[in-house]
């Protein structure tokens, strides 16, 4: 059989907050394991053992002022637990992070990990991420992957952008030894706003590839609406300074 336990809290379990800036909001810690029940000759339960335990934690944050060229290592641990309280059982590798934005609407960030051997800074590859801007503005974002401009007659409605990768971890018996990121790549999905039939422009950037064309939707409406996809792969990032990985990895108890 298998438990799963969920604590819901503030607590900055992937360690993205950044005093100011970034403030951290309910989030969800994902505590699971597999668990080895016996059975007595009359039906008692005498022994039990939990093992290969996990822990996915996911984290919300309020982007409460601008943050220019933010980016992030994909499989890099930037909360090893030190100054996290109980809950944490471990080192946290970012596995993705998404921002969502609107026009008119409060932009919001998310993010998830996975729990890592211990004494880890990050898996055995990463993968660094694009620089893109936050901004608390209620407005949508293409995060710089295209050339779209807003206009009288087509502009941005939704923007969100997606950095992730897969992390494997190597745990014989129960006990995580190793781990290791792959696949990783950053999506932008867009939506346009028209105000006529007219198909509006839309070019990648460099390292941007357009994976899937526009697409419209009420085409009989008055203010028809285009929705396309970005996609950019990343290549694995040059191995960080012991100095970098440490700092990385106290950013939450600063």
């Known amino acids: 059989m298998s438990i799963t336990r969920t604590f819901t809290d503030d607590e900055d379990y992937i360690g993205l907050e950044e005093e100011g800036k970034l403030v951290c909001i309910p989030d969800s810690l994902n505590l699971g394991a597999n668990v080895i029940e016996k059975v007595g000759a009359n039906g008692a339960f005498v022994a039990s053992k939990e093992f290969g335990k996990t822990c996915t934690p996911s984290c919300s944050y309020d982007i409460v002022a601008t943050i220019e060229n933010f980016k992030k290592r994909l499989g890099h641990v930037y909360n090893n637990g030190a100054a996290s309280g109980t809950n944490l059982p471990g080192p946290i590798a ?68 997606t950095a992730e990768c ?73 191995a960080e300074t012991p100095a970098a990985q440490t700092q990385g990895a106290q950013t939450q108890g600063a």
């Open 94 to 161: 970012l596995q993705s992070f998404t921002v969502s934005t609107s026009a008119g609407g409060k932009p919001t960030l998310t993010a998830a990990g996975v729990l890592i051997e211990a004494g880890g800074t990050g898996t055995e590859c990463e993968f660094e991420t694009s620089e893109i801007d936050l901004s608390p503005e209620y407005h949508a974002s293409d995060f710089g992957a295209t050339n779209f401009e807003d206009s009288a007659t087509a502009w941005l409605s939704t923007g969100t952008y």
């Open 166 to 238: 897969q992390i494997g971890v190597t745990a014989p018996d129960g006990v995580q030894l190793a781990s290791d990121a792959s696949s990783a790549k950053e999506t932008v999905t867009l939506t346009i706003t028209t105000t006529g039939t007219a198909k509006p422009t839309v070019a990648a950037e460099t390292g941007w590839t357009i994976t899937s064309p526009l697409t419209r939707s009420r085409s009989d409406g008055d203010f028809p609406t285009w929705t396309c996809t970005l996609t950019k792969f990343l290549a694995v990032a040059a």
